[in-house]
């Protein structure tokens, strides 16, 4: 599975954007996709992670009330909404696809280059 991140950018606090993370193969379905974050200085930290199917979703306390994943199988897709920006929220975000449903980005088989997100003040 190859993923690709789109959707990065500057925007103000309280600002929203969508991320989309669009994957090659067949086998789409199978995995578990998740959204992981790393700011500068810091380790690479979970944001949120959806089912197979999409029926179940997790997220970091940090983000949870303002961001959304959401994936459609039909287009080989993971998104993440995500609202009300702030400056804490800057990162690089990375999509990633594993088999289990875990927080832990160990068991993540593959991933993506990562895009960029900066909120300013």
């Known amino acids: 599975v190859q993923l690709q991140a789109s959707g990065g950018g500057l925007v103000q606090a309280g600002g929203s954007l969508r991320l989309s993370c669009a994957a090659s193969?067949?086998?789409?379905?199978?995995?578990?996709l998740g959204w992981f974050r790393q700011a500068p200085g810091k380790e690479r930290e979970f944001v949120a992670h959806?089912?197979?199917?999409?029926?179940?979703?997790y997220y970091a306390d940090s983000v949870k009330s303002r961001f959304t994943i959401s994936r459609d199988n039909a287009k080989n897709t993971v998104y993440l909404q995500m609202n009300s920006l702030k400056p804490e929220d800057t990162a690089v975000y990375y999509c990633?696809?594993?088999?289990?449903?875990?927080?832990?980005?160990?068991?993540?088989?593959?991933w993506g280059k990562g895009t960029l997100v900066t909120v300013s003040s």
């Open positions: 959806i089912s197979w199917s999409g029926g179940m979703t």
């Open positions: 990633a696809a594993g088999t289990r449903y875990t927080d832990d980005n160990t068991a993540y088989d593959y």
């Open positions: 193969g067949r086998t789409f379905s199978r995995y578990v």
